[in-house]
């Protein structure tokens, strides 16, 4: 997510001359009016020091009064409604966002947004920890055939989560309690750095949002991982094949905000390593109902990413509540899940891509959600909850794209 507010009106710095034109006679006298006027002309760009030009830092550590680099890119060639839109709507919760990568077939090309930030390099060199029986592994089937509903199989961790923890606001999840959670990772002046969260859903398949992939980086998988700074037995990491964004992503409504991600290999399953289960089709949550969200993610609006996976508690909020007007209103639609809201627990940057963890009467945990985008006034707005793509939506189409 990334965040900021309404831009400062515009300050003075320093004297006013007022204009000289010939005949003196003609002159503008020089009263505060006229040098209030004067600004006006100077400063055509809200926010900023008058006659000094626009440059933005870091778009997740700038000043409260500037506007982030995120909605001057999108906005950029679009109507006046549409960027009042983006500054009082949410924004994509990647620690980048930008266009669709190579290996994606699309009907158009959304557009480019910033570039990612500089995070801490995270280490190489994959180990593996102990494998599960060839049974629970073969029950994977065929590349793309998902796992059905046993022991062993999807959605059922062998490290138990604590769910009494509580991401922003939340707790250190314990660690490999939430074994199908993936760091989807980008080369950057040979290092590998944490962009965005995602899901194995698969032996060989990622889910994870559109908006964190870009066709100018090279990726990697992190699976099996608690701390993401150290190297840790039971992780291993995976190249990536290709990637199929949604072909009807639609960047600026966030609209259509999944992606599948083919690893180069199958991984092998481990007490680390597991696969979460897929909702049934067209499968909606009551409102209030408990779901966690993980992910490295800021830990605070503009704080530090983590090192450990956090998670928190989301109850969902249902689409009758989440579309009101002091909510998110038409911003939501029915293809997505709102959770959280509650000014608390949320969210943030670097969340993007990673899952909405709902655990069935079954006992098995299904991935209900993506971390699509969140409020532009903080991660932990009241009112603005976590807004996810619903997985139900689009059960269909990942069929279809893992089949191919």
């Known amino acids: 997510m990334n965040v900021g507010l309404k831009p400062s009106e515009c300050k003075r710095h320093g004297p006013t001359v007022p204009r000289q034109d010939p005949p003196p006679q003609q002159q503008e006298p020089d009263n505060s009016t006229d040098s209030s006027r004067h600004v006006r002309r100077a400063c055509r760009t809200p926010g900023t020091p ?9 778009p997740l550590s700038r000043r409260k009064a500037q ?32 266009a669709p990568p190579q290996h ?21 060199g994959p180990r593996r920890g102990r494998p599960q029986s060839k049974d629970a592994v073969s029950a994977l089937g065929a590349a793309g055939n998902f796992p059905p509903r046993k022991a062993s199989s999807c959605g059922v961790p062998i490290f138990q989560p604590n769910l009494s923890a509580r991401v922003v606001g939340g707790d250190n999840a314990r660690p490999h309690s939430w ?21 194995l859903i698969a032996d060989n398949y990622v889910l994870t949002a559109a908006h964190c992939i870009s066709n100018t980086l090279t990726y990697r998988v992190a699976l099996g991982k608690n701390n993401l700074v150290e190297d840790e037995e039971g992780s291993v ?7 199929v964004v949604h072909e009807k992503w639609n960047s600026f409504l966030v609209r259509n905000d999944i992606a599948l ?21 067209g499968s909606l949550l009551p409102q209030d109902y408990p779901c966690y969200v993980t992910g490295w993610g800021r830990l605070w609006t ?103």
Not at 87 to 92: A, C, D, L, N, W
Not at 179 to 199: A, E, F, K, V
Request: hydrophobic content about 30%.
């Open 50 to 58: 008058c006659g000094e030009r626009r440059h933005h830092s870091n």
């Open 67 to 98: 506007k982030p680099r995120e909605v001057e890119s999108l906005t950029r060639g679009h109507t006046a409604r549409k960027r009042r839109l983006l500054r009082e709507y949410g924004q994509p919760w990647a620690r980048h966002a930008a």
């Open 104 to 124: 994606v077939t699309q009907t158009r090309e959304p557009a480019l947004l910033p570039r990612p930030t500089a995070g801490a390099a995270l280490p190489p």
């Open 179 to 199: 074994p199908w959670q993936i760091s989807l990772q980008y080369l950057s002046n040979g290092s590998w750095r944490h962009t965005c969260g995602g899901t």
């Open 237 to 243: 990491f995976a190249n990536v094949d290709s990637i």
């Open 261 to 281: 991600i083919k690893l180069a290999e199958p991984v092998q399953l481990s007490d680390t390593i597991q696969v979460a289960c897929l909702p049934e089709a």
């Open 302 to 404: 503009n704080g530090p990413i983590a090192d450990e996976l956090q998670q928190g508690l989301q109850p969902v909020v249902d689409h009758a509540t989440c579309t009101q007007r002091d909510w998110w209103g038409t911003m939501v639609r029915d293809t997505m899940v709102c959770a959280g809201g509650d000014g608390i627990i949320s969210s943030c940057n670097g969340d993007s891509g990673g899952p909405l963890n709902c655990q069935a009467e079954s006992g098995f945990w299904e991935v209900q959600g993506i971390v699509s985008f969140g409020s532009s006034l903080g991660c932990n707005t009241v009112k603005k909850p976590t807004v996810f793509t619903r997985v139900s939506s689009y059960i269909d189409w990942i069929k279809e794209k893992t089949q191919q």
